[in-house]
């Protein structure tokens, strides 16, 4: 009985074996006919059969169409569907892979800088073409504002997708992120389409974020004909946004230096770089004041840039401009204020640094001068309490030599 049941097991799956046998090709497992769905559009059908078409160029426009119009023919032929021929499978099988990645376009989007996520955006470009363009035009909708800001800057890296972006500008969006690109690739494509981007925010915008950014893009446009507007926001409120400052300071025109004052006297450090950037040495002379109480700036480099622009303008008066600083209470700028006086006023001021040192221990003493040689030294260099004297004098000996005073003599 158990022998007969076993036999009979063993015909039924060689009969089975027999009916999966494919007729043309001994050896291979036959798959089963799948049938397309009979509502399919006609232009997907013919398409689909391009796949197997003799002629290359057929095949490549069928993949190339099938990838743009995958809205009509996804999740609708049925998984297991494939052509016939061994290649119209292989092209199928690429088609539903770039679609695909097509698909999780906003997750490549997303991410940060990155080699290879920017490695895959550009196959992904080459390979799909205007599908490409139609899921970024999807992805400026996108709830995340890193998408939609990337897929912007994406468009505007080829010529139809510049075309795209103009057409579709989203000139209403809230996000800074996405208008700071939009800005950005509007300067790319077409500099009067970027002018007017920027004049209409700048007159129309009244959140601060936002009227930041179209500050910078004013700036970073360098357009004069943005002027009128970047003016009109500035006298159009008491308190004026301080990138509006910077954009009127970097055109460094005489009938805005009422902003450049305001840029001189901010408490901001990269608003006072600013405004000495654009401030050159030309026009020192105009803002004195304000040059003037930089040399007091808790910042070093301030202090050395203000220096220099009034060196160039007003050399003579300059010693006397820093005779105050001697008085200060702050030891980084009275020791600024000792060495750009002893080397701007000589021998002529030594008597105002003795006495200014006298307010000093020996121990907070930052400076030695050599009075009995007639000599100024003012270099900081350790007290002498710390190092001995011998290798003070060494510095000074060095330092002498370097700013051209030859050597001193040893006492």
């Not at 074996?17 to 494919?22: D, E, I, P, Q, V």
């Not at 954009?247 to 305001?262: I, K, Q, T, V």
Request: charged share 30%; glycine share 6%.
């Amino acid at each position: 009985m158990l022998r007969a049941s076993r036999s009979l097991r063993i015909l039924l799956l060689e009969g089975f074996l027999l009916l999966c046998l494919a007729p043309g090709l001994p050896g291979q497992v036959a798959r089963l006919p799948v049938e397309l769905p009979a509502d399919l559009e006609p232009t997907v059908v013919r398409l689909l059969s391009d796949l197997d078409s003799p002629d290359w160029r057929r095949r490549e426009r069928a993949t190339s169409r099938l990838i743009e119009l995958s809205p009509l023919w996804r999740s609708r032929i049925p998984v297991g569907w494939s052509p016939p021929s061994a290649e119209g499978e292989w092209r199928w099988q690429r088609v539903n892979r770039l679609v695909a990645q097509l698909t999780a376009l906003p997750e490549l989007l997303r991410g940060g800088p990155d080699a290879t996520r920017e490695g895959r955006l550009l196959h992904l470009r080459r390979e799909t073409g205007a599908a490409f363009l139609d899921a970024l035009e999807v992805c400026l909708k996108h709830p995340d504002t890193r998408v939609r800001g990337r897929a912007v800057s994406e468009l505007a890296e080829t010529r139809s997708g510049a075309a795209r972006l103009r057409a579709r500008a989203p000139r209403d969006d809230r996000s800074a992120r996405v208008r700071e690109g939009l800005f950005d690739a509007a300067r790319r494509i077409d500099r009067d389409w970027a002018l007017e981007l920027v004049v209409d925010a700048l007159r129309e915008e009244e959140s601060s974020a936002l009227l930041a950014v179209a500050a910078r893009a004013a700036r970073g446009l360098g357009d004069p004909r943005v002027l009128p507007s970047l003016r009109a926001r500035f006298r159009g409120c008491e308190d004026p946004h301080p990138e509006i400052l910077l954009a009127l300071a970097a055109f460094a025109r005489p009938e805005d230096s009422a902003a450049l004052d305001l840029l001189l006297g901010s408490a901001e450090y990269r608003q006072v770089s600013s405004g000495l950037d654009a401030l050159g040495n030309s026009r020192v002379r105009e803002h004195l004041p304000a040059v003037l109480e930089l040399l007091g700036s808790e910042h070093w480099d301030i202090r050395v840039r203000a220096l220099r622009r009034l060196e160039e303008a007003i050399p003579e008066r300059l010693p006397y401009e820093l005779l105050p600083l001697l008085e200060h209470e702050d030891i980084s700028i009275y020791s600024f204020a000792v060495e750009s006086l002893s080397r701007i006023g000589g021998e002529d001021f030594l008597g105002d640094i003795d006495a200014s040192l006298r307010r000093w221990s020996l121990a907070e003493r930052p400076f030695l001068i050599s009075v009995e040689e007639g000599r100024v030294h003012p270099r900081p260099v350790p007290a002498l309490g710390s190092w001995g004297a011998e290798p003070v004098r060494a510095i000074l000996r060095l330092r002498g030599e370097r700013a051209g005073e030859g050597r001193p003599e040893r006492p």
